[in-house]
């Protein structure tokens, strides 16, 4: 069903942007609003604010460039239109990051106990990208491998006017300033079809445009992993023409590809340098929500690496109080290694823990 509605109300318009309509389920019930629940949890933030300065810069300067690049607007007439929703948001940390150390996400699964929320009411949508397993797998074949991510991947989708009542939310800056009302007019985080909606156009994208590029759709789907590109060659210049069409490709869609990084030197040459990865190694992740991400590259010498993340750093701290079955249990739950390198090691860990429960130690 989310594949038939994609089909039928998806357009696109002369200068390449993609717009698609929320695939809303039928029969589902009333939808609230939400106003005076995003109100209370905005001023909840409002009071975060007072205690972290740093975060409330940052969080203004997020809203700013997301109003200033035109993916959210400020309503005027807040009662224009009965059917309407508010999603309240919040900030999640990505410090690992080398462009973005603060994103802002919005809750479309907030609800009042007599009414459904936004994302009751919409389609999921089918996995349509190879699962990470296979897309790291894949990555490993190549003798020329290079990464890239695709910028604000989500946001270069637009949201058809029509649905863009469901994506309300408030902010002002300052508390001097009144509370505004603004509608976000792009796929947004937080909504249960944000990835098929985005993942989808990027596939779409790969089918509308085969003529001028010897890509094939499946190579979108091989190679990425929502909006992290693993591609590579077994020569130098089959990854630079590689490289080259999957900027242009993109290029056609409004997406843009940056953050590169790659095991032979030549490919970055061949981008401008905003648009090279700074920090080393490389991480990937499959989920955005993981604060620490656990997968390392270093292109230079093309090997992976397993993160055992910060609890494993407080075994070495001074032992304040004992080691508790629960930093154990921490240590196992941050080991992110999906192709099971390191199965061997990770077992240790899980007979021990197991040994404690059999033990009854805390």
Same mark, same amino acid.
């Given at each position: 069903?989310?594949?038939e509605h994609?089909?039928k109300?998806t357009?696109?318009? %002369?200068t390449?942007w993609?717009?698609?309509?929320?695939?809303?389920r039928e *029969?589902q019930?009333?939808?609230g609003?939400?106003y005076?629940?995003?109100?209370q949890?905005f001023h909840q933030?409002?009071?975060?604010?007072q205690?972290?300065? %740093?975060l409330h810069q940052?969080?203004s300067?997020?809203m700013?460039e997301?109003?200033e690049? *035109?993916?959210?607007?400020?309503i005027k007439d807040t009662? #224009?239109?009965?059917?309407?929703?508010?999603?309240?948001h919040h900030?999640v940390?990505?410090?690992p990051s080398?462009?973005?150390?603060?994103?802002i996400?919005f809750d479309?699964s907030?609800?009042? #106990?007599?009414?459904?929320s936004?994302?009751d009411?919409?389609?999921v *949508?089918?996995t349509?990208q190879q699962?990470?397993?296979?897309?790291v797998?894949w990555?490993r074949t190549?003798?020329?491998?290079?990464? =890239?991510?695709?910028?604000?991947?989500?946001?270069?989708v637009?949201i058809?006017?029509?649905?863009?009542k469901?994506?309300?939310?408030?902010?002002?800056? #300052?508390? %001097?300033?009144?509370l505004r009302?603004?509608?976000?007019?792009t796929v947004t985080?937080?909504t =249960?079809? =944000?990835p098929?909606?985005a993942?989808r156009?990027?596939?779409?994208?790969?089918? @509308?445009?085969?003529?001028d590029?010897?890509?094939?759709p499946e190579?979108?789907?091989?190679?990425f992993y929502?909006g992290?590109?693993?591609?590579g060659?077994n020569t130098?210049? @089959?990854?630079?023409?590689?490289?080259q069409e999957?900027?242009a490709?993109l290029?056609q869609g409004?997406?843009?590809l940056?953050?590169?990084c790659a #095991?032979?030197?030549s490919i970055?040459?061949a981008?401008?340098?905003d648009?090279?990865?700074? %920090?080393?190694?490389?991480e990937l992740d499959s989920?955005? *929500?993981?604060?620490?991400?656990c997968?390392?590259w270093?292109?230079?010498?093309d090997?992976?690496?397993i993160?055992?993340?910060t609890c494993a750093?407080?075994?070495?701290e001074?032992?304040?109080?004992?080691v508790?079955?629960r930093i154990?249990?921490s240590?196992? =739950?941050?080991i992110f290694?999906?192709?099971?390198?390191?199965?061997?090691v990770v077992?240790?860990?899980?007979?021990f823990?197991?040994q404690l429960w059999?033990?009854k130690?805390d």
């Amino acid at each position: 069903m989310c594949e038939e509605h994609f089909k039928k109300h998806t357009a696109r318009n %002369d200068t390449g942007w993609y717009t698609v309509r929320l695939p809303r389920r039928e *029969g589902q019930g009333r939808q609230g609003e939400l106003y005076e629940q995003a109100k209370q949890r905005f001023h909840q933030l409002e009071r975060r604010f007072q205690e972290y300065p %740093d975060l409330h810069q940052a969080y203004s300067e997020f809203m700013q460039e997301y109003e200033e690049m *035109g993916h959210m607007s400020q309503i005027k007439d807040t009662s #224009s239109t009965k059917e309407r929703y508010y999603l309240p948001h919040h900030a999640v940390f990505k410090s690992p990051s080398s462009t973005t150390l603060t994103c802002i996400v919005f809750d479309g699964s907030c609800h009042l #106990s007599n009414r459904m929320s936004l994302n009751d009411t919409l389609l999921v *949508g089918p996995t349509i990208q190879q699962d990470l397993y296979s897309t790291v797998l894949w990555f490993r074949t190549y003798q020329i491998a290079f990464t =890239a991510d695709i910028a604000k991947m989500y946001r270069q989708v637009r949201i058809h006017e029509d649905d863009r009542k469901l994506q309300r939310i408030l902010w002002r800056r #300052s508390a %001097d300033e009144p509370l505004r009302t603004y509608k976000l007019s792009t796929v947004t985080y937080g909504t =249960a079809s =944000a990835p098929y909606l985005a993942t989808r156009c990027l596939q779409q994208l790969a089918e @509308d445009e085969p003529k001028d590029f010897s890509l094939t759709p499946e190579t979108l789907t091989n190679n990425f992993y929502v909006g992290d590109a693993l591609c590579g060659a077994n020569t130098i210049e @089959d990854a630079l023409r590689l490289q080259q069409e999957l900027i242009a490709l993109l290029g056609q869609g409004r997406f843009h590809l940056h953050k590169f990084c790659a #095991s032979h030197p030549s490919i970055l040459e061949a981008v401008p340098p905003d648009c090279t990865e700074m %920090d080393v190694p490389i991480e990937l992740d499959s989920n955005e *929500g993981i604060k620490k991400l656990c997968l390392l590259w270093h292109p230079l010498s093309d090997q992976f690496l397993i993160s055992m993340g910060t609890c494993a750093q407080r075994l070495r701290e001074p032992k304040i109080s004992p080691v508790s079955k629960r930093i154990i249990s921490s240590i196992v =739950a941050t080991i992110f290694d999906p192709l099971g390198s390191i199965s061997p090691v990770v077992v240790v860990y899980k007979i021990f823990l197991q040994q404690l429960w059999l033990h009854k130690l805390d």
